[in-house]
């Protein structure tokens, strides 16, 4: 401990990490280090560090340094406004972006002819080719009268894995019902990360409950939050329920994200549930809350919620 003020205390921090693995005779890896950190005692949080290090990384007859500069402050109320207010904004250009090419993505209308040579090629012997047809099918317009058709072609190359399973997952995003809702749902067990990651954006397609609930499972990785959020999104008010439990998650991230979803998807339902986190909440979490309420009873008054 340095010198103490009324409101402050300075600490001075020295840190060294070697390990007991040397190489000519020195530690393999060390990380030296000294600075200060200023400790504020009314807000009891840190207001400022600064620190220098030293990293050092050692081969036979190599040895590589690496300095390192740590520098943070505590951010004034002004700038912590700001920076929350700036992150809105973009967050919001981007979504508006996102929207502006989902609408303006054109669906190409297929004739009969080539619908049954896609067809024809989802039986193929080749997995790519097959993978090849079922990624057109997930681009085209479908056809109403031929849905089930080209879903029920779809569902062996669930089970083929790779390419030609992320592609028939797609497709059946497109071209299938609520009847294939549990197929889709039976993809977000698959390995493949990127299998899930289409099973999840596929059943975004569809205002399933069943789909919700599973998707909603998915927000606590990483791996699957992002897809997951806008699946629950496209949902609409039919993943209200499952997202409603996210705001008691034990990751605060999941939490936030799911007070994020409902201000966009919820309805009157979920202003008890945003209360309710917002008592529990601080900083950003009192914020989304505000915002999260404040949306769902604009959407009450101008006749959208529930859309």
Not at 49 to 61: F, G, K, L, V
Not at 128 to 135: D, I, P, V
Not at 279 to 299: L, P, Q
């Amino acid at each position: 401990l340095g010198e103490t003020a009324e409101q402050a205390v300075t600490i001075a921090k020295e840190y060294e990490l070697v390990t007991e693995e040397r190489v000519d005779d020195k530690p393999a890896l060390s990380q030296t280090g000294k600075g200060e950190i200023r400790f504020d005692q009314r807000q009891r949080v840190p207001a400022s560090m600064e620190m220098e290090y030293r990293i050092e990384m050692r081969a036979p007859q190599v040895t590589v340094t690496i300095p390192v500069t740590v520098s943070a402050r505590l951010l004034d109320e002004a700038e912590a406004e700001q920076v929350v207010k700036d992150r809105d904004e973009s967050i919001a250009a981007a979504r508006a972006r996102m929207e502006e090419m989902r609408q303006n993505r054109e669906q190409v209308a297929v004739d009969g002819d080539e619908l049954d040579k896609l067809l024809a090629a989802l039986v193929s012997e080749s997995p790519s080719r097959a993978g090849a047809a079922a990624l057109r099918l997930a681009r085209v317009e479908p056809v109403e009268e031929r849905r089930r058709e080209v879903a029920e072609a779809l569902e062996p190359l669930l089970s083929q894995g790779g390419v030609a399973a992320v592609a028939a997952v797609e497709a059946l995003g497109t071209w299938g019902g609520a009847e294939d809702v549990p197929k889709l749902i039976a993809m977000l067990d698959e390995g493949n990360m990127v299998v899930r990651q289409a099973a999840i954006t596929a059943l975004g397609k569809h205002a399933d409950e069943r789909g919700a609930e599973a998707v909603a499972q998915h927000m606590s990785s990483t791996q699957t939050r992002r897809q997951a959020g806008q699946a629950l999104r496209s949902m609409g008010a039919a993943a209200e329920a499952a997202v409603a439990p996210l705001l008691d998650h034990a990751d605060w991230i999941v939490r936030l994200e799911a007070a994020k979803i409902l201000g966009d998807i919820g309805t009157e339902k979920s202003i008890a549930l945003l209360e309710a986190f917002r008592a529990n909440s601080r900083g950003t979490g009192i914020t989304e809350a505000d915002k999260a309420i404040k949306a769902i009873r604009e959407r009450q008054s101008d006749g959208t919620e529930g859309q």
